[in-house]
């Protein structure tokens, strides 16, 4: 597609439920991110995947979360058990480049995120 | 480890012009962004420094200093639609990750 799509935009769910995000990256696109962004604070890394594979997932707050990206394109982030803390906006950014040494400036891409509501 | 510092909030007049200030501690530092939010929407792509001096943009410019660990985004002739959050990130080669500020959050008056 044209963008970084996420599903589903907006979900309210109940403590205790577990909730599946969904991350399409721009066709082609090799990195791929999650952040997480509670109201009023910048985005916070979650986990970095290249093509299929977590290299990074030192920013997942706990073993409730997971991501996977089997086939290096779109991606899920998981949350079990969910706990009001969970509620943020999860942005999804997708990048070209190979790896650290092939950043650019213009390659990092965001979707419009899927906002969390726990209650 | 990284450190970021920005301000929270900024105020400025339509017309005018603002310079949001960022300071970093970034190991294997390797350029830093520069990016605009609306609420409710997606970070969109400003800037991105890898060296020292002043890159121009239309209305927008972004400055950094290596060896300060400083950049600023300057803002010029302001319009309403300029209210928004910015985020400054620096980038670190070492990790592959663009980790942000807070945001500075600028609300543009009449």
């Known amino acids: 597609g044209a963008g970084v799509s996420q599903s589903p935009r907006y979900k309210v769910a109940k403590r205790g439920q577990d909730v599946a995000l969904r991350c399409d990256p721009i066709?082609?696109?090799?990195?791929l991110f999650w952040y997480q962004q509670a109201l009023g604070q910048g985005p916070e890394f979650l986990t970095y995947?290249?093509?299929?594979?977590?290299?990074?997932k030192s920013g997942l707050p706990s073993d409730r979360f997971f991501a996977e990206r089997p086939e290096g394109s779109v991606s899920t982030l998981k949350i079990q058990r969910t706990q009001q803390e969970d509620s943020a906006v999860y942005l999804c950014?997708?990048?070209?480049?190979?790896?650290?040494?092939?950043?650019?400036?213009?390659?990092?891409?965001f979707g419009e995120g899927s906002w969390l509501t726990v209650v | 480890g990284q450190n970021i510092d920005q301000p929270t909030e900024m105020t400025a007049t339509e017309g005018a012009i603002v310079q949001i200030n960022c300071t970093y501690q970034?190991?294997?530092?390797?350029?830093l962004f520069w990016y605009q939010q609306h609420a409710g929407e997606a970070p969109t792509f400003l800037s991105y420094?890898?060296?020292?001096g002043l890159e121009e943009k239309g209305r927008f410019s972004s400055f950094l200093s290596r060896s300060k660990g400083y950049s600023y985004l300057l803002l010029k002739e302001l319009q309403m639609k300029d209210s928004a959050s910015y985020l400054c990130?620096?980038?670190?080669?070492?990790?592959?990750?663009?980790?942000f500020g807070q945001g500075t959050t600028l609300q543009v008056k009449p």
């Open positions: 995947f290249q093509n299929e594979a977590q290299l990074d």
């Open positions: 066709s082609g696109h090799v990195s």
């Open positions: 420094n890898v060296l020292d």
């Open positions: 990130a620096p980038y670190s080669s070492n990790t592959g990750k663009l980790i």
């Open positions: 970034t190991s294997g530092f390797n350029g």
């Open positions: 950014a997708s990048s070209s480049s190979q790896g650290p040494q092939g950043i650019s400036g213009n390659t990092i891409y």
